[in-house]
């Protein structure tokens, strides 16, 4: 069964593509004041003691392999939703990107103590995130050719 111009799948795409856009703001930011004031700006609440300063390196890395899942991300969706080509294997491939960085984060804080700190911030975003694991699981069974005229 061929989804791809189904309102559904449009609205998963246009969510992924938000939600995307969203997290690269928040890198950009992040960056910026690590260039500019030379200190580490991690924008999601820590655990009661604070960000140990061991984390930053393990910081750095997934927000750089996020940033490339970002912008594979976002041609994805501006391929879909603007031009109308669907690229199943480049959707795939930036969810797959985005949901392993997401998994390593939520290990990484859960384990911390930022969850059991932090419910609410943490829970917000694991329900954010839950829309995006759908478009992954359509994707990955989904029948959809290479290329195709419309989404």
Do not use: C, E
């Not at 998994?103 to 804080?109: D, E, L, W």
């Amino acid at each position: 069964m061929d989804l791809s111009n189904k309102p559904i799948t449009r609205t998963l795409i246009a969510y992924f593509g938000i939600l995307q856009s969203l997290h690269l703001v928040v890198l950009v930011r992040a960056g910026v004041i690590l260039l500019l004031q030379g200190r580490f700006s991690f924008p999601i609440l820590p655990p009661p003691g604070g960000w140990d300063p061991q984390v930053i390196p393990f910081m750095l890395g997934l927000g750089t392999t996020d940033l490339a899942g970002i912008l594979l991300g976002l041609f994805f969706v501006y391929r879909a939703l603007i031009k109308g080509t669907f690229y199943r294997r480049l959707g795939v491939i930036s969810l797959t990107i985005f949901i392993t960085g997401a998994i390593v984060f939520a290990i990484g804080t859960f384990l911390s103590g930022a969850w059991g700190a932090n419910q609410m911030a943490y829970g917000s975003m694991a329900v954010l995130f839950f829309p995006t694991v759908i478009l992954y699981g359509w994707l990955l069974r989904s029948n959809i050719t290479r290329k195709s005229s419309k989404i």
